[in-house]
């Protein structure tokens, strides 16, 4: 397990995972910061997001369940952006890496085999 920098929310719960901890000391009010295990920390901002748009995808009218859902960065942190309740969002798996996915670089290839007949 890996323990990761975030930031608690008014509930007690983590909003905002930070890269560092150095990032976390110049960000984040003193009083509001803490260290957990990723999955926790994740899964908290997963259940607040799911809760937040009422388990209903935000792309579409897709019911969502709490394992189903997708968590989408609106900026991918590749591009500087985070894992936060204010980055993310849910969405269902059509919306997320299928045909009209915000993810059409990741969706699946199937290739033929070689060699076989």
Request: hydrophobic share 30%; aromatic share 6%.
């Amino acid at each position: 397990m890996s323990k990761v920098w975030v930031q608690l929310g008014e509930n007690g719960q983590a909003v905002r995972i930070f890269r560092t901890q150095k990032e976390m000391f110049f960000e984040c009010p003193v009083d509001r910061d803490a260290s957990m295990e990723r999955a926790i920390a994740v899964g908290q901002i997963r259940a607040q997001i799911w809760n937040r748009q009422n388990g209903v995808c935000v792309r579409c009218p897709t019911l969502l369940t709490k394992s189903g859902m997708h968590m989408h960065e609106r900026k991918h942190r590749g591009r500087g952006g985070e894992i936060s309740l204010e980055n993310s969002e849910g969405l269902c798996y059509q919306c997320h890496l299928g045909a009209r996915g915000a993810h059409p670089e990741k969706q699946l290839m199937f290739t033929k085999r070689t060699g076989e007949n």
